[in-house]
């Protein structure tokens, strides 16, 4: 259901509470909603001073969230007689297992569980259904499993005059998961950023979907915490190559989870990674130098005229390793010094750590920097405690990022630093597309008799099957050659993934795992993480082009084969893809559902077909892929002026790397665009239609753009056929459109295939289209693998 009637969880007209508290925080909580108008809050099979009271279900007023102390007397027919009067959020505020009936009964009037075991939600603008109300209001959003860590991260950001646009713990996760919440965050105006901790997935393709989602839009910290059943082991690396994947930033200590609250709250961006930095003494400049070299920032040296500039404000000042030590100087001088270096473009920060010292007042300090409104780009360290803690509380009570340690500083540069880094990395062009198989179709395994055990492929099949991919066995493979080992695993709440290590290499060699499927970006850079370079003079092996297209066509297999359970192979280096010096492939009688298999949506070849223009010529038209960035960007900029207001509502004068990579860089799962390409080649796109769908896949908005010549031919009129077409094998109940009043191509289009229009809501110059899109009686060949399953 992801979103739907989420915000009965934060902002409830209504509220009603089933049986008394039965430990300190359901009384805590209780206390809580005692804050609401008692017009508002109605209890049930309980009482309690300036409430309502009803005696029996029959009894209960409308209220939109029910709060479950006792679930003893909830029962699907008391869901079901909720949902008909209102109710859309239930908070299972107690540690017993929702029933599966109970769960059923909501889900089919569409009422949100969040529990078991949950600590409840808080909203700054909301109500506070939890025993810990947020310490302020703020603009991140706090995203937790634990009740545990999410009181320990209230109380920190309390101490930090830190405050949240809301929190809500998903517990035991029955219904309302991680997932639905990230896609809550997306789309909340009030959440500029996402600290989230987990330790479990329940459903990996709706959490990375919805974590590509937000990530998109706002940084997302994640704290990746052992769950119950791991025995207190380590980060799972794994879950931490989804989270690079997603675009999450990853912490690895609570601690660093509460600088990441700060780095959120109050570091602006980051471009350059570099640092200014400033101390009261040679000792304490060298300290944070060394902290911001191990975080990978760049201490920033003064130029030459900043550094007399600097030493006019503050003459007794000394430069070490490109720190500037302020020694004694007084605060008008330290402050003078800071104003110099805050002004130059070619820092992203100005660090100014301060260590008690005779003479010097640190809470004036922290007063006058207030005073001065230096705040931008400024980030203070206040050292020791009991003179610091004054002086840290009057920074963040005015939102200056203040730290009480220079790693603590460091990290939260770092996060912000890594956000522009992510974002970076997942913006960049493919080249190589190894979607060898994308109109015959995968090679095929040999049936095998169901519930048989898995085996292991024999070498003439393992051999065809990887021979299939491009990749043929080694002539002669050295003892003492060089190689990388990949093995291919499932995870048990991920999915399919690969692991990478060099062989031969040291126990200390770093080992990189990654989710397929695998483009040349993604590939170089696990490969770098192994150890591997782009030198061409580097000994053969030890190059990134010695693996990377073997390594994409592995992952290829990966999504393509369903029954392999695992794979181990070595890699070793040839002239134009590297061959294979060993492999065990073992299958499976039957394959696992893609979706618990496959935590990434895979690129969806199989809805390549033909179609004709009207003057009888033949194209493609096939799912966008992100090397088609080029040629989207030179259909777009020989378009006409009014063909680009009418299409995005605006002029556009350029089209940018960053904006034709969001419209060739989508998640399949959430997004469909469409391509119309030349039958032979894919140099050029003749046009495309797009339709983007809300996190339930109930409704989409749909758009589509053609090339000036292409108009008269069809072409239009094919491609929103088609991409209705795939939006009903799909499911979608609605698609809908905004269209530009004097858009008559546009307008004329839609009715001809049966939109219906409706005023907009919001722009009078606009109409909506919609229309329920239904498959024809024979639907196309290319729409019968869909389903609603499918989002």
Known sequence: MSIRNLDALFRPRTVAVVGAPADRPGAQLMRQLDALDPARRTILLGERDGWTRARRPGDLPPSELVVVLDPEPVTPRLVRRLADNGSRGMIWACDAPVPVAVLRAGHDATLRVLGPRTGGTAHAHGITASAWPLPGAGTTALIAQSRSITAAALDWAAGHALGFSWMAVTGGEADVDVGDLLDHAALDPRTQAVVLQLSRVRSARKFMSAARACARSKPVVVLQTPDADSAGTPQDPVFSAAFRRAG????????????????????????????????????????????????????????????????????????HAGAVDLDLADDHATIGALRIALSSPLVDFVMLVRSPSPGLDDEALARRLVDAGLREKLVVVFLGQQRAAPALRR????????????????????????????????????????????????????????????????????????????????????????????????????????????????????????????????????????????????????????????????????????????????????DDIAEVGFARITVDAAAPPERSRLALAPYPA??????????????????????????????????????????????????????????????????????????????????????????????????????????????????????????????????????????????????????????????????????????????????????????
């Open 395 to 574: 920074c963040a009570e005015a939102r200056i990022p203040a730290f009480a340690s220079v790693e603590a500083a460091a990290r939260a540069l770092r996060y912000r630093r890594e956000h522009r880094h992510t974002q970076d990395m997942l913006m960049q062009t493919p080249t190589l597309d190894p979607l060898v198989h994308a109109g015959d179709g995968p090679p095929r395994l040999a049936p095998a008799k169901r519930g048989s055990p898995p085996r292991i492929l024999p070498a003439d099949e393992a051999q065809a099957l990887l021979g299939a991919y491009g990749l043929q066995p080694a002539a002669w493979i050295g003892g003492e050659g060089r190689g990388l080992r990949v093995r291919l695993r499932r995870h048990p709440q991920l999915g399919t993934h690969l692991q990478m290590r060099l062989d031969p290499a040291s126990a200390f060699a770093p080992t990189t795992w990654a989710l397929p499927p695998l483009d040349d970006v993604i590939t170089a850079i696990k490969l770098r993480e192994v150890g591997l370079g782009e030198r061409e003079q580097a000994p053969p092996g030890l190059r990134i082009r010695d693996y990377a297209l073997a390594v994409a066509r592995l992952a290829q297999l990966a999504v393509e084969q369903p029954r392999i359970a695992e794979a181990d192979l070595r890699l070793v280096p040839a």
């Open 248 to 319: 999450l930033v990853e912490v690895d200590r609570v601690t660093a989870l509460f600088s990441a609250l700060a780095a959120l709250d109050r570091v602006g961006e980051a471009a350059t990674g570099e640092v200014a930095v400033f101390g009261n003494g040679a000792g304490i400049c060298q300290l944070a130098h060394a902290a911001l070299l191990r975080e990978g920032l760049t201490p920033a040296a003064a130029g030459e005229v900043s550094r007399a500039r600097i030493l006019e404000q503050a003459p007794l000042a000394r430069m």
């Open 606 to 791: 199989e809805l390549e077909h033909f179609a004709m223009l009207r003057d009888g010529r033949r194209y493609r038209i096939r799912a966008i892929h992100p090397t088609d960035e080029p040629a989207l960007i030179r259909m777009l900029s020989q378009a006409g002026p009014e063909d680009i207001r009418l299409r995005f509502f605006r002029y556009i004068r350029q089209f940018t790397h960053a904006m034709a990579a969001r419209m060739t860089q989508i998640d399949y799962d959430r997004e469909m665009s469409l391509v119309a390409v030349p039958e032979q080649g894919e140099e050029e796109v003749l046009g495309m239609s797009t339709l983007v769908f809300d996190p339930d896949g109930r409704e989409a908005e749909y758009a589509v753009l053609i090339r000036r010549e292409y108009a008269g031919q069809r072409l239009g009129l094919q491609l929103m056929q088609d991409i209705l077409d795939y939006a009903a094998a799909r499911g979608t109940a609605s698609v809908y459109g905004d269209v530009l009043m004097e858009n008559a191509g546009m307008l004329g289009l839609a009715q001809r295939l049966g939109f219906r229009r409706t005023a907009h809501p919001d722009d009078p110059g606009c109409v909506r289209v919609l229309i329920s899109p239904k498959l024809p009686a024979e639907p196309p060949p290319w729409t019968k693998g869909l389903s609603s399953a499918s989002i």
